[in-house]
């Protein structure tokens, strides 16, 4: 039992669980939410029609002034204005040749521009590919910019800038399309600005092309992180994400959440567009609440962390959703300055993760702050899905202090559990779920099976099977699960979140290692900002990772592990700290913070055959 279990929680008006269960002769389970799915509109564009119309002066988005970061305040755009906007947007792509068969291509991190941009092509019929901009921006040879831009074959490309992309656009074939700029106009290319493609109002002809919107009309091309092969260009239809926000919204008593967290929903987030989490999840749920998003240019990052924390200190949230790399750094920050603590801890009603487990440690470091300072605990739950999900699958949709659970199928869902071994593969067939992969029938025939229920490719257990109503837990990702050289099996997905867990805030992540070898080891990316203050000077990355106190902190919480964990198949034999973080670029990080476990190991091949070398080396901390 945890220090704070015995304090009550702040309210949090979710509605009762109601579970379906059917369990067939062959072992599979079928797995249904009784509460019935929200009426949800034809289309994405909906909410932002109807917010504009009820709700025209309330805040849309809010960022930082793009040309001056370090200025106070915050640039908004309200509802009104925004649709204003995109039905100008919409009106030069119907005027540029718009339609299906015209994609738009976005090279920008999060901004009001790029939401407009976004939303404007979507209405024009035009599905929309955002592309990370690191694929641009940090790459050497723009393989999978290329790739992507071969796949899609997009008619049209937006830049956030055009000279910071200039290199990015002169490493693909762009030939007479056009290049939609909000900053410079990029050289040697057909190119418009921004402010003309916002200059004229939108039509008659807009409104004909809201009203062929429908569900069956391709969104976008969202990208898979390409963790085996090359990126795939997922379906999301507008039915799909439209559905998904009603979903999510069918667990909630929506009336009573707003008289909780005192009026409109309201986020600050920096999770990226490019991916399904920040561009569905966050963005489009808040146009589908009718909630306030501030946009974050911070990460948990050692250089943008800052201003992630600068935001959070002065925007109070009412849910805040993020990756467990987020929650991590949040609660050292959470420890150390009371001010931020108290503006978040101020509205919020609810907390969530996904995208990777989350260790049991980081949500008790984050209540004991919460209770100290509010006298209740505050519900930290998970959401489970994919890309092909849009992506929220299920949820933990009641108050929760238990780590590592994916929850229960959101209404309009249905999860078949089917024997695998000796665990639960996890399928789901839905009204969010993607008709397949643009342009790759092989890989969306692979994806489905028979009764086209689609194939996620992890393993869930229920917490307690006498008890199902208390959730399924991740059981690890079937492709990441590996043998010992004597035939064990090793969960690396979840002997990674032990693993951090046990060090108590010094990793950040890890890598687990061992296919066909005798023993476990690992490869150990530090938590730089709880390392520094573990040791009580900014030292860098390099230093920390030889630094005593933190060979120390690694070396006693690994040992506890193996203590509580002696058998094969969890213990750790070898960690070797990691000089450099995870590279996005490079494929080892997604976007949501979870490390590729294959890319890691492959690029780091030779910190790899260090650790089951028989040489000594003083960079590998053995265990005992």
Known sequence: ???????????????????????????????????????????????????????????????????????????????????????????????????????????????????????????????????????????????????????????????????????????????????????????????????????????????????????????????????????????????????????????????????????????????????????????????DWGGTLYIDWGAPTPARLPEMIRNLREISTTQHTTVPAAWAALATEFEKDEALARTFFKRICAMAYGGASMGQDIYERIQKVAVRLTGERISLSAGYGATETSPTASNVHWPNDTMGLIGLPLPGNVFKLVPAGEKLELRVKGVNVTPGYYRNAAKTAEAFDEEGFYKLGDAVRFVDPENPMKGLAFDGRTSEEFKLANGTWVSAGNLRVKAVQAVDGALSDVVVCGLNQNEICLLGFVNEAYCQRLVGESLPLEKLITHPTVLKAVRDGLAKHNEKHPNAASRISKIMLQSTPPQPDAGEITEKGYINQNKAQALRSHDVERMYSARIDTKVIKLS
């Open 1 to 287: 039992m945890s220090e704070t279990s015995h304090i009550a929680f702040r309210e949090v008006p979710y509605l009762p669980q109601k579970l379906e269960i059917e369990r067939r002769e062959d072992g599979a389970i079928l797995l249904t939410n009784g509460q019935p799915l929200k009426d949800y509109p034809p289309h994405m564009l909906w909410p932002l029609n109807h917010w504009a119309e009820h709700a025209p002066d309330r805040t849309w988005l809010a960022q930082r002034d793009a040309n001056d970061p370090n200025k106070d305040g915050w640039q908004e755009i309200s509802y009104g204005e925004a649709w204003l906007s995109v039905s100008a947007i919409a009106g030069w792509f119907l005027k540029h040749g718009a339609g299906q068969d015209a994609p738009v291509m976005i090279l920008a991190k999060n901004t009001i521009s790029h939401a407009l941009i976004m939303y404007g092509a979507m209405l024009a019929g035009c599905p929309v590919v955002p592309v990370t901009p690191a694929y641009a921006l940090l790459s050497q040879d723009f393989a999978r910019l290329n790739y992507i831009d071969g796949l899609v074959e997009p008619k049209y490309i937006y830049v956030e800038d055009g000279a910071a992309y200039q290199r990015g656009l002169d490493g693909m074939e762009i030939g007479d399309r056009i290049v939609i700029h909000s900053g410079a106009a990029p050289e040697g290319y057909r190119s418009v600005s921004f402010s003309d493609v916002t200059a004229k109002s939108g039509g008659d002809e807009v409104d004909e092309a809201y009203d062929r919107l429908t569900a069956d009309t391709v969104a976008k091309y969202m990208l898979t992180s390409g963790s085996t092969g090359e990126p795939k260009a997922v379906i999301n239809t507008h039915g799909m994400i439209a559905a998904n926000a009603k979903m999510i919204r069918s667990a909630w008593d929506e009336k009573r959440l707003e008289e909780v967290s005192g009026g409109h929903q309201v986020m600050c987030n920096f999770l990226p567009w490019s991916h399904t989490y920040g561009a569905n999840a966050i963005l489009h749920n808040m146009t």
